[in-house]
C-alpha cells in the first residue's frame, strides 16, 4: 500500500528524467505535496512560490503559455478556492496546459478541521468550462493519469488524498482513459459508484453484501468530467439501484452528475448520494470522519440494503 500522492512524485520524477520542460510549480507545498525527492533531483524543475495560491496558478499559466509542462501543486481547499478566479482565466478560458493538482483533498487529515477541507472542489471546477477533473483511486490510476497529463495539450485538475490506498487491481479494466470508467467488481443486483478514495470501501461493502447474497457491482468513476455516459446508460437501462459515494459534499460533486445526467435522459432507478451533507463537518482523522458520515464498509452496506428494501 502507497499513498497515491507518493505514486504521483515517483511518476513525475521518472518523467522529468527524460522530458526537461516538465516543472513543479509548489506553493510551499514540497514536504505535503511529497516533492522533497523531486526537488532534490531536478532543482533547476521546481518552482517555489511560498504561500501565494493566486501566484502560482498565474506563474504556472503563464510557463504553459511558454511551452512548459507545468504542474501546479498546492492543497486543494486553497487551490480551487483561493485561485478560482486564476483557474477559470489564466487556466481555462485562455487554454494553457497547466496540469493543477490539489493534495490534501477530501476532508483534511488531524485537527485542521474544515478550513482545510476541500468538499467544495469538484463542484467548483466541474463549473469551469475546458477543464477535466480527476480523482485517482489507486496507483494505477495514478501513474495513469499523471502521464496523460504531461502528454496532453490541455489543462486538467488532478485530486489527491493523503491515505495509503490499496492496489485495485486491473483483471476487469486493464486501460486508463480519460471519460471512461473502471469496472472493479461485477455484480448483478445493485451498483456502487466511488472516486478517489471513496471506491476502496465500496468494494469492502460489496464484499460484505456478498455474505447475504447480494452482488454488487463496483465502479471507479476517477473522471468528474467528463462523465463516462456510455456506462452510466448501460447502467440506467437495467433499472437497478445505484449508489454513489464521494468525499464532497452531496452538492455539485459525482452524485449530482450521475443523477443529473440519468434523470435527463429518462432512466429512472433507485438512487442514493453519499457524501457529506449540508452542515458543520465534524473534527476527526479521516478515518473517524468517513465513520461518522456513513462513508465505510459498513455504511455503504447498510444503504445499499435501505436502497434494495425500497
Known amino acids: 500500500m502507497k499513498a497515491n500522492l507518493e505514486v504521483f512524485s515517483e511518476t ?37 512560490i511560498g504561500i501565494a495560491e493566486q501566484n502560482l496558478v498565474g ?32 487556466v481555462a478560458y485562455s487554454n ?26 469538484f463542484a467548483v471546477v466541474r463549473a469551469i468550462n475546458n477543464l477535466p477533473v480527476v480523482a485517482p483511486a489507486d496507483a494505477f490510476e495514478t501513474e495513469e493519469v499523471i502521464k496523460y497529463a504531461a502528454a496532453t495539450d490541455e489543462p486538467i485538475y488532478i485530486r489527491f488524498g493523503k491515505k495509503n490506498m490499496p492496489d485495485l487491481g486491473q483483471s476487469l479494466s486493464p486501460k486508463f482513459e480519460i471519460g471512461k470508467a473502471r469496472l472493479i ?23 460484505l453484501l456478498k455474505e447475504k447474497g447480494i452482488s ?37 460533486g459525482l452524485g449530482e452528475a450521475v443523477s443529473s445526467y440519468l434523470f435527463q435522459n429518462q432512466y429512472f432507478v ?3 448520494i453519499m457524501g457529506f451533507p449540508g452542515e458543520y463537518t465534524v473534527t476527526g482523522s479521516q478515518t473517524e470522519i468517513f465513520e461518522h458520515y456513513g462513508i465505510s464498509d459498513k455504511g455503504i452496506q447498510q444503504e445499499a440494503l435501505n436502497l434494495l428494501k425500497k
Not at 17 to 33: M, Y
Not at 106 to 120: E, F, I, M, P, R
Request: aromatic residues 6%.
Open 59 to 90: 506563474v504556472a499559466a503563464g510557463l504553459a503559455a511558454m511551452g512548459k509542462k507545468a504542474f501546479a501543486v498546492s492543497p486543494a481547499c486553497f487551490l480551487t478556492a483561493r485561485s478560482l478566479e486564476q483557474i477559470k482565466n489564466d
Open 270 to 272: 433507485p438512487f442514493k
Open 185 to 207: 467488481k461485477e455484480g448483478n443486483d445493485i451498483t456502487l459508484i466511488g472516486t478517489g478514495e471513496t471506491v476502496w470501501p465500496c468494494l469492502e461493502a460489496a464484499i
Open 96 to 121: 494553457n496546459p497547466v496540469r493543477l493538482i490539489g493534495i490534501s483533498a477530501g476532508v483534511s487529515y488531524g485537527a485542521l478541521g474544515s478550513t482545510h477541507h476541500s468538499l467544495h472542489d
Open 216 to 252: 454488487a457491482k463496483v465502479i471507479s468513476m476517477h473522471t468528474i468530467k467528463p462523465l463516462d455516459t456510455t456506462l452510466l446508460a448501460e447502467l440506467g437501462a437495467t433499472r437497478k439501484p445505484i449508489i454513489t459515494v464521494e468525499e464532497h459534499s452531496i452538492f455539485g
Open 12 to 48: 513525475l520524477q521518472a518523467l522529468a528524467e527524460k522530458d526537461q520542460q516538465i516543472l513543479a510549480v509548489t506553493s510551499d507545498s514540497r514536504g505535503s505535496g511529497k516533492l522533497v525527492p523531486f526537488g532534490e533531483k531536478f532543482p533547476d524543475q521546481i518552482v517555489e
